[in-house]
């Protein structure tokens, strides 16, 4: 079903049902790319989330009950429905989101060979047998934490939620995932491959709802296990502090404020058109999105004109056009932040190259920018600014530009240029991030984990990391003849 605008009539997904839940309250789903209302999204009760976690306590019994060959090759149809149905989820999230269409079906394919990864890796996750007394055996197991609660934003709608669905289902978790309800069709499109597949009935369930009021009533239930989460670090505090009260584990997956390090020995043309084309990616809405550019006073004029240049170099516009290389940011909050943290800069002495404003037309696009000259106490610097806004600052030696790097509580990304074996050496061990790319600026991948440490929080999502907050270890103790 559809919405006049074409859209698919959203739905939530309740103990293998859609349905429009028992509010009747809905909230309007805005394409970013030109303001319109699209649809709408229907709004959970407590009575629906309540009927959500009893699916999910169900949900879990069956599932983790279910042989994991058997458990594997539905995760694998889901993946095949994923890939094959790429171009349409891909569209749908570029209505919804205004990422390019390329951006959007490649994530799409992507997040398809991520849920394989998971559902291969949930069949080697072993537990062990340690050598112990005669007449004991002695043995480590990993299982299933239990129903899970999920939380996740509207940058990546079809990866972001599929990385807590893929691990947790692969790991014999079930789950209750509240998607955006700025993003909603394409979580739902997303859920609906899981379902076609022939996932029981229960063992995933979809809501939408006021944020803080499902978080609060999922968390406390005790049928949640885990809370996983993505997005800010304020909201991670609060929903951290949240679960640490009912004594529950948390997943935290928060935001950054990445550095740049231009070494004196780097290419400085090749690192700009690296760090620019990850700048400008998903118009800068990208958790590891470099963010502060520390470029060495030899190289910076040189990077910052090839940087300038690459900037320029992007035709913004709708996502579904064609020759589009950056859309509009989600929402108007992030415009409106953009427009705010460019100001500060300016006001505070910053120089704008290029960029700087919104253009004159409808929608939430605000032009790549390049800001030289940003003064330390800028917001820019110290705010992650989740935007196209570059600012681009020049360093002396390597130990100023490291302190400069670590300065802020966050540690997500990070990455360095040099041509120098110890230089490299000496940027991997120093800086404090959770995620390290050396000479490139390269995106996720689900072969290896992806986390935060200091205020970008724990816990990993990707490689065989991914599974460790969905498992429990668990000694099992065994004397043969009592
Ligand atoms: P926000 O902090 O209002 O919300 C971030 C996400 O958390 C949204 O999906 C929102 O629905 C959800 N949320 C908010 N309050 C919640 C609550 N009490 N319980 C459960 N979920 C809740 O910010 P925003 O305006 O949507 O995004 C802006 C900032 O969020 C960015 O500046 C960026 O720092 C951060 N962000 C980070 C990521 C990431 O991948 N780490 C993704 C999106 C946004």
């Not at 978790?173 to 997303?190: D, F, G, Q």
């Not at 529950?248 to 550095?259: F, Q, R, T, V």
């Not at 108007?332 to 800069?345: G, H, N, V, Y």
Request: glycine share 10%; with cysteine.
């Amino acid at each position: 079903m559809t919405t006049d605008h074409g859209h698919p009539a959203v739905r939530m997904y309740i103990a293998g049902e859609w349905c429009h839940g028992g509010s009747g309250t809905t909230a309007p789903i805005v394409n970013p790319a030109t303001e319109e209302a699209i649809g709408e999204v229907p709004l959970a009760t407590p009575a629906d989330l309540d009927r959500a976690l009893g699916a999910a306590e169900e949900g879990f019994r069956v599932w983790r009950a279910t042989p994991v060959a058997e458990r594997t090759a539905i995760l694998h149809t889901a993946a095949d429905l994923i890939a094959e149905r790429a171009v349409a989820i891909g569209r749908v999230s570029t209505l919804e989101q205004g990422k390019p269409l390329a951006e959007s079906t490649g994530e799409a394919r992507r997040t398809a060979e991520t849920l394989r990864w998971h559902a291969d890796d949930a069949r080697r996750a072993y537990g062990r047998i340690i050598p112990s007394e005669p007449g004991t055996v002695l043995t480590v197991r990993r299982q299933p934490i239990g129903p899970v609660a999920a939380f996740v934003p509207w940058n990546f709608p079809v990866g972001g939620p599929n990385r807590k669905i893929s691990s947790a289902l692969s790991a014999g978790c079930s789950l209750v995932i509240k998607a955006s309800e700025e993003t909603p069709a394409t979580a739902m499109e997303l859920v609906r491959c899981y379902a076609d597949a022939g996932l029981p009935a229960g063992v995933l369930n979809l809501v939408f709802g006021e944020p803080a009021e499902v978080s609060a009533h999922l968390i406390a239930s005790p049928v949640t296990r885990l809370v996983a989460f993505t997005g800010s670090v304020p909201v991670g505090k609060l929903l951290a502090a949240e679960a640490g009260k009912v004594m529950k584990s948390s997943l935290m997956e928060l935001g950054g404020h990445a550095p740049v390090i231009v070494c004196a020995d780097a290419d400085p043309v090749q690192a700009a058109r690296k760090a620019a084309q990850a700048k400008f990616a998903n118009a800068g809405q990208v958790c590891t999105s470099p963010s502060r550019f520390l470029v060495h006073e030899s190289l910076v004029e040189d990077f910052t004109a090839e940087f300038v240049r690459a900037a320029e170099a992007l035709t913004v516009g709708d996502g579904l056009a064609e020759d589009t290389k950056m859309g509009p940011l989600a929402n108007e909050r992030r415009l409106k932040a953009m427009e705010r943290l460019t100001a500060d800069a300016v006001a505070r002495g910053a120089k704008v190259l290029t960029g700087g404003e919104r253009p004159d037309r409808p929608g939430y696009f605000f032009a790549p920018t390049v800001l030289t000259d940003v003064p330390e106490d800028a917001d820019l610097l110290h705010e992650e600014p989740f935007g196209p806004l570059a600012p681009i600052l020049s360093y002396g030696d390597l130990d100023e530009a490291l302190a400069t790097a670590n300065a802020l509580p966050y540690g997500l990304a990070a990455y360095g240029f040099t041509r120098s074996a110890a230089t490299a050496e000496r940027l991997s061990d120093e800086l404090e991030a959770g995620i390290l790319s050396l000479n490139h600026c390269g995106g996720s991948v689900h072969e290896a984990p992806s986390g935060g440490v200091k205020d970008s929080g724990y816990g990993r999502e990707g490689g065989p990391e991914a599974l460790d907050a969905y498992l429990v270890t668990k000694r099992v103790s065994h004397l043969l003849v009592p």
